[in-house]
């Protein structure tokens, strides 16, 4: 089966930069797309299609994707942009399957 | 404002199914080139991607789970729900329901908690 898979923690220290990482073999045909969940609540999109920020969302969180990775990157972390990300994305079969990664828990301290 | 909201029992006997709506208010889910859909997170664990409905009616699912589970949507009362058939305790998890085009629409319910136990 399709796997995404991404780095379990990554932790940073307030205004610097954090880079997500997210490698898939189908997603250099497939749009990544990322979500953060912070504890206890629903997930929100921070990007969608590899590097569009949806309305409402921080210039600081970008996205980009090359090869077979997708990089999700917060220029300046802040202390509230503590939580897990996920990243989403379809396998490359035609059957629009969609698979989340592991999730990469953020640290900003 | 657009929200979805799950609801459904919050316990589930072990080889029973589990039942699931979600309602949305705010907006009509009459809409072309959009999606609903199902997501799972057991408690302290990762998102799973259960299944999706598009509004063609075409339906994909989870492999791992697609021999078991059912998505419809209903339009006339602005719901969608999903059926687990034949639980265990594996399936225990909070349940999300999705809405998305797939692009910058994205919205989700704020999840319900289902605990599969005799």
């Known amino acids: 089966s399709y796997e995404l898979t991404q780095p379990p923690s990554v932790s ?19 749009y990544a797309y990322w979500y953060q969940q ?5 997930p929100v999109l921070v990007i969608y299609e590899d590097s569009k920020r949806p309305s409402g969302i921080p210039e600081r969180f970008s996205g980009s994707s090359s090869g077979t990775m997708a990089t999700l990157t917060i220029s300046g972390a802040q202390v509230e942009d503590e939580a897990d990300y996920y990243c989403y994305s379809t396998d490359s079969s035609g059957n629009l399957s969609v698979v989340f990664g592991g999730g990469t828990k953020l640290t900003v301290l | ?9 919050g316990l589930v006997k072990p080889s029973e199914t589990l039942s699931l709506t979600c309602t949305v208010s705010g907006g009509s889910i ?3 080139s959009y999606y609903w859909g199902w997501i799972r997170q057991p408690p302290g664990k990762g998102l ?13 699912y989870n492999p791992s789970l697609k021999s078991r589970v059912t998505i419809s949507v209903d339009t ?33 319910g704020q999840g319900t908690l289902v605990t599969v136990s005799s």
């Open chain 1, 12 to 30: 940073v220290s307030p205004g610097q930069t954090a880079r997500i990482t997210c490698s898939g073999d189908a997603l250099p045909k497939k």
């Open chain 1, 38 to 42: 912070k504890s206890g609540q629903a």
């Open chain 2, 1 to 9: 404002q657009l929200q979805l909201q799950e609801s459904g029992p």
């Open chain 2, 30 to 32: 009459s809409s072309s």
């Open chain 2, 48 to 60: 799973e991607w259960i299944g999706s409905i598009y509004y063609s009616g075409s339906t994909y």
């Open chain 2, 76 to 108: 006339s009362k602005n719901q969608f729900s999903l059926k687990l058939s034949s639980v265990t305790a594996a399936d225990t998890a909070v349940y999300y329901c999705q809405w998305s085009s797939g692009s910058d629409f994205d919205y989700w």
